[in-house]
Nanobody, 130 residues
Framework: QRQLVESGGGLVQPGGSLTLSCTAS????????MAWFRQTPGKEEREAVA?????????NYASSVKGRFAVARDNGQNTMYLQLSDLELDDTGTYYC??????????????????????WGQGTRVTVSS
């Protein structure tokens, strides 16, 4: 059974940091482009914040998080990470990891839309508040 499980969310003050994890099972993780999305309060659509190519050598970020967030993956552990730094109030939301059906690195450029992804985790909540 294909599954993605996120963890690491929580409550953090502005300027703080968190690291999210996404562990995959039931499919060949290293063959897929992976991405982090977030859904912020009041918005229905999930926006891509970071995308990483199958080998991990290519990454792309939303302009709103570039320089503050860093995506990485460990294919040996079937796990993807998102390091969130210098958090802002607007970063509050539910963060989802997702697996793209394709492994082409070009998927990440430009950032893909949520509709392209076929496998999703349940989400982990990040709340930035003072």
């Amino acid at each position: 059974q294909r599954q993605l499980v996120e963890s690491g969310g929580g409550l953090v003050q502005p300027g703080g940091s968190l690291t999210l994890s996404c562990t995959a099972s039931g499919f060949k993780f290293e063959d897929h482009v992976m991405a982090w999305f977030r859904q912020t309060p009041g918005k229905e659509e999930r926006e891509a914040v970071a995308c990483i190519t199958p080998g991990g050598g290519g990454t792309n970020y939303a302009s709103s998080v570039k320089g503050r967030f860093a995506v990485a993956r460990d294919n040996g552990q079937n796990t993807m990470y998102l390091q969130l730094s210098d958090l802002e109030l607007d970063d509050t939301g539910t963060y989802y990891c997702a697996a793209h059906p394709r492994g082409s690195p070009y998927v990440c450029y430009p950032l893909p839309s949520s509709g392209e992804f076929t496998q999703w985790g349940q989400g982990t909540r990040v709340t930035v508040s003072s």
